[in-house]
């Protein structure tokens, strides 16, 4: 699909900020899918799409979490956890977007999976650094991204996760597991 089209779709679906930030998101996965070896024009498609789903009534991401067959233990966690793997669903259902490897980078854009690849690992980053972010420590995980995808990675899960335990909420597994899975991993 063009960038034309795939954008047209998804604006109608977002809020003009949401919308401003899946822009960033797009040239920020772009360049790194260039600096690591990912699919460009699949980082361009993956970022574009990643929060197609984000406005949907809870109600409904509910019943598509229920009705797919979706990891049920996300209906315990909160409801932010789910526009992702609902969007993946919905990119395919409706804008018709059936490669496995972008649907699975808007499936875990938010908490990750250990052994994500590096299309995966692209998108999830470019979701925390694009330019519209401001948040406490992101610009130590822009300057990081420019020397490893692995660090960059890291860090924000790290920050995410403590961002998370700071406001008392509960942390999904999954987040956890991401987390495990990077640290063993790492050179
Ligand atoms: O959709 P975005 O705001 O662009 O970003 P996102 O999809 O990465 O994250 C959406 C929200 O989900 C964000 O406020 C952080 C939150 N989140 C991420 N991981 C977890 C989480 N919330 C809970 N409860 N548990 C998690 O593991
Ligand atoms: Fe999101
Ligand atoms: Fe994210
Ligand atoms: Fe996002």
């Known amino acids: 699909m063009e960038r034309e089209k795939a954008l047209k779709l998804v604006k109608e679906q977002l809020t003009e900020h949401r919308y401003q ?3 960033g998101v797009m040239e920020t996965a772009i360049d790194l899918a260039r600096r690591y070896g990912a699919d460009e024009k699949k980082a361009e498609l993956a970022a574009i799409f990643h929060d197609y789903a984000k406005f949907r009534p809870k109600e409904e991401m509910k019943q ?22 609902v969007g993946a669903y919905l990119t395919e259902k409706e804008a018709g977007i059936t490669d496995q490897e972008i649907l699975a980078a808007i499936r875990y ?36 991204a420019k ?16 961002f998370l335990l700071k406001k008392n909420q509960m942390v999904y597994p999954e987040t956890f597991h991401t987390y495990n899975d990077l640290i063993k991993n790492q050179e």
């Open 109 to 144: 854009h938010t908490s990750g999976r250990p052994g994500m690849s590096i299309l995966e690992k692209v998108v999830y980053l470019a979701d925390y650094i694009e330019p519209g972010r401001h948040f406490p420590g992101v610009d130590e995980v822009r300057g990081l």
């Open 147 to 162: 020397e490893s995808l692995e660090k960059a990675l890291i860090k924000s899960v790290q920050n995410t996760i403590l």
């Open 64 to 85: 598509t979490i229920i009705e797919q067959g979706f990891p049920q233990d996300l209906l315990e966690y909160n409801a932010e956890l789910w526009h992702a793997p």
């Open 21 to 23: 930030h899946t822009l």
